[in-house]
């Protein structure tokens, strides 16, 4: 027995194990592997064979204690099932030997704990041993009914390690699904029961106290009707309560409540677990009273939410949050609803308090399922008697009216920046959307959001929601998209620690995936409903649609890092973008004209028509601007003298600028969604290897199948916006501009006129060069984006494209020097 098992075997095991939900293969591979293991019959003379299949379950159970235990529930539920209907029955055979077998494992390490060298080895082991009984009684309690007597003793357990706390618990839960089963249990057993459990729940704290007034409402409650007994426990602490809050209604500034906080605490907590596991109101209890318990209970634990102390209002949400799942209705009341709702909807409010709240809905979601699937088992035994399923629809649209009520509060306690609020508030959807409690497509633009958390395991839950919801109601998720990734920047915007970092739409890890990676991965399989997504989120950058910079950031991120599959998304997008930018960049160039004629009016009357003309053209009047607006083109290609020309263009253009800076700061603010799109599209040429001829010849009107070839893919290309990421950092849109951000700005507006003028490119001279409109868009888009290199702005062979083809004219069409 003292022989541990090997490590790497319980490692793999583990490992193994929790695949048991896995697909269809692995879950049967999984499946046949642990009934070889553990679930086939041992010969009744190799005890050292049964040992060793003792010590490795045990062992296996212990490592998963932090991880919980539902592999083991799901693999034993799966083994039974499969052999119910068959005549020989190996698992079964095999359950009851391990059962017995534990048992007398647990009689033998008792006796060793006096053996102080071994001492914390063998508490473990005993833990482990109690554990996986408790594991097999929720599945099969028959098992454990001859064993009920042998296992009441250890409720007396001293408690001075957590262990011996674990003990009592598990033999708690042992003992709450095995004493209903048994058939005549002795009154002294039962009455040794009950005394045990009530000194546990006056003794310990809030977990035993939580597990023994379970136990005890099943021992009451289904054998022995001892409900004065449990009246009398109830009235203690009740009457306590009422006290306490008498003295603190007569002088708040009392301290009688401070010196009392241990056994107000109690209290609470102990009301409320009693009235989650006995009605009160029932005549066994009460009597021939009138006065409605649950009212009472409610108004009481009511009164202590409104405490100045964070522990006793915890304490009194918590003891509600029991008391509902006897009473549910009780969640309809108004100042209930008042309660949990401010709770969560207010930004400022303790933590713990909003994570409370979200625990109470969850609980009482946990148990109503619980309860249904009770009920529809015994619906199944007595079909033909009574429409029990029935009960249970009754039962459901209880719960589905208490979730619409709170529903709003929960899905908007995804934008909070600790991460339990976001896991116990995803817990709650979860677990409304499985029971079916509420139309799905309300909650999918949050689950986006949420599959964009930096936990993997949130990340994972919400996208396994999504998969579901998708499977059952096509179209749901195409229909939300864009709205769920807006949400997604606002969870980010929550979650970001550091405000005056942007935001960014990938992961900052060795992948730099796209965070909405999953969503795009759902849609990207339907081409209409994939260009239709790609096309809502390029119109954002569009100068009318007034999206914020930072978001467009994350979206632009998102774009550069989609898990492209074939040359048809990243060529769809890069159409779209040129489109964009033909629009906005004339609108943006055009309002920052109109901005300058309009105060070079105010200062001086045109001469003339012509004037005039020329100065709605330019903005100006004078002859450097007349030569600021040519095209680069016309001028002389003349490399020395492009810094002075281009200094002279700064320098008249700043002449004009308007007293009033508002208009420069919109055509910075403006101007950073066209830079996204410029330096997306070149960053997806850069990813792919695309040449201009390629952009050029795309159409999306042509058939699916010419560009359904796989992206090859460059590697550590990046995506870096430095211009809009400057413009963030520097908070631009708030700070006072000075004559250096000035020209900056018009140097801006400079290169953009360019480029706009240079949009197409022409197709190659005949020797070979480049045109001048070509050789002036390059320098446009190399200046805006920040000086990049020229390979940021094209393949550098023909080796370098995704299909390898001949290439035209345009940037890409030039071996770089």
């Keep these: 027995i003292e022989q541990p098992t090997f490590p790497k075997i319980t490692e793999m095991c583990v490992k193994m194990i929790r695949r048991v939900n896995d697909e269809e293969g692995i879950k049967k591979l999984v499946n046949e592997t642990f009934q070889k293991l553990w679930f086939t019959p041992t010969p009744h003379h190799d005890k050292e064979a049964m040992t060793r299949k003792i010590l490795n379950i045990t062992d296996v159970v212990a490592a998963c204690r932090d991880t919980g235990y539902d592999w083991f529930e799901q693999l034993l539920q799966n083994l039974l099932k499969s052999e119910e209907d068959a005549s020989y029955k190996p698992v079964k055979k095999a359950c009851t030997q391990l059962v017995d077998n534990l048992v007398e494992h647990i009689l033998k390490y008792e006796e060793s704990l006096s053996d102080s060298d071994n001492k914390g080895v063998n508490s473990g082991r005993l833990v482990a041993c109690i554990t996986t009984l408790f594991l097999f009684s929720k599945i099969r309690p028959q098992l454990m009914v001859k064993h009920a007597m042998t296992m009441q003793p250890y409720l007396t357990t001293k408690c001075s390690t957590q262990n011996d706390f674990m003990v009592i618990c598990n033999v708690a839960k042992i003992l709450e699904l095995v004493v209903p089963l048994m058939e005549h249990p002795s009154e002294t057993f039962l009455a040794t029961i009950e005394e045990d459990l009530m000194k546990l729940i006056i003794k310990y704290g809030m977990t035993v106290v939580q597990h023994c007034v379970s136990c005890l409402g099943a021992v009451v409650n289904k054998v022995t009707q001892n409900y004065k007994f449990v009246w009398a426990c109830f009235n203690r602490y009740y009457g306590a309560l009422s006290k306490l809050k008498n003295q603190h209604q007569e002088d708040p500034n009392s301290t009688i409540l401070t010196a009392n906080k241990p056994a107000l605490l109690r209290s609470l907590f102990t009301v409320g677990a009693l009235c989650r596991h006995f009605d009160f109101d029932q005549e066994d209890f009460k009597g021939n009273s009138k006065v409605n318990i649950k009212d009472k209970v409610l108004e009481l634990l009511m009164y202590f939410t409104k405490h100045s102390d964070e522990e006793v209002q915890t304490k009194a949400i918590i003891g509600l949050g029991f008391a509902f799942i006897q009473h549910p209705s009780l969640m309809f009341e108004q100042e209930v609803k008042t309660l949990y709702n401010s709770i969560l909807s207010d930004k400022n409010c303790s933590v713990n308090l909003k994570i409370q709240v979200l625990k109470n809905l969850q609980t009482y979601l946990q148990e109503e399922d619980t309860r249904m699937q009770q009920a529809d088992r015994d619906w199944k035994k007595v079909a033909k008697q009574e429409d029990l399923k ?428």
Excluded: W
């Design 390 to 817: 029935e009960m249970g629809d009754i039962s459901s649209g209880m719960s589905s009216s208490i979730m619409q009520l709170y529903l709003k509060q929960v899905l908007e306690a995804f934008f909070h920046n600790q991460s339990s609020v976001r896991h116990f508030a995803l817990n709650v959807i979860a677990l409304t959307l499985n029971q079916g409690l509420i139309h799905p497509v309300q909650c999918v633009p949050y689950l986006i959001a949420m599959g964009t958390d930096p936990e993997p395991s949130m990340r994972n839950k919400a996208d396994q929601q999504l998969v579901e919801i998708d499977k059952k109601y096509a179209g749901f998720i195409h229909m939300k998209a864009v709205a769920g990734m807006k949400m997604s920047y606002q969870v980010q915007q929550a979650i970001n620690t550091c405000p005056k970092d942007p935001v960014r739409g990938f992961r900052h890890d060795e992948s730099s995936s796209a965070l909405c990676s999953h969503l795009y991965s759902m849609i990207r399989g339907n081409r209409q409903h994939r260009r239709a997504f790609l096309i809502s989120l390029l119109n954002l950058f569009d100068d009318t649609a007034k999206t914020e910079v930072n978001m467009l950031l994350y979206i632009a991120d998102n774009l550069a890092c989609f898990p492209y599959q074939t040359q048809e998304e990243p060529l769809f997008i890069m159409h779209h973008i040129d489109i964009t930018l033909s629009v906005s960049g004339s609108n943006l160039l055009q309002s920052f004209k109109e901005s300058m004629v309009k105060d070079k009016k105010k200062e001086r009357k045109p001469s003339s028509d012509d004037e005039s003309e020329s100065d709605s053209n330019s903005g100006s009047g004078s002859e450097s601007e007349e030569e600021a607006s040519k095209p680069r083109r016309l001028r002389k290609r003349v490399d020395s003298d492009s810094d002075s020309d281009e200094e002279n263009d700064i320098n008249a253009v700043m002449k004009c600028l308007p007293e009033n800076s508002a208009p420069l700061i919109e055509f910075a603010n403006v101007s950073q969604g066209i830079l996204l799109l410029l330096m997306l599209k070149q960053h997806l040429k850069n990813l792919c290897g695309f040449s201009d001829s390629k952009i050029q010849k795309y159409s999306p009107s042509e058939s699916a199948k010419v560009y359904d070839k796989a992206i090859n893919r460059k590697t550590g290309v990046h995506f870096h916006p430095k211009q809009t990421l400057d413009f963030l950092r520097s908070d631009m849109a708030n700070s006072k501009i000075t004559e250096e951000v000035k020209r900056s700005i018009v140097k801006q507006y400079l290169d953009f006129k360019l480029l706009m003028e240079h949009l197409d490119p022409d197709e190659e001279e005949e020797d070979g060069e480049v045109s001048a409109s070509t050789n002036a868009r390059n320098k446009a888009i190399t200046s805006l984006l920040g000086g990049g290199s020229p390979k940021n702005n094209a393949a550098e062979t023909e080796d370098d494209e995704s299909d390898g083809e001949d290439r035209g004219g345009g940037t890409s069409g030039v071996r770089r020097r």
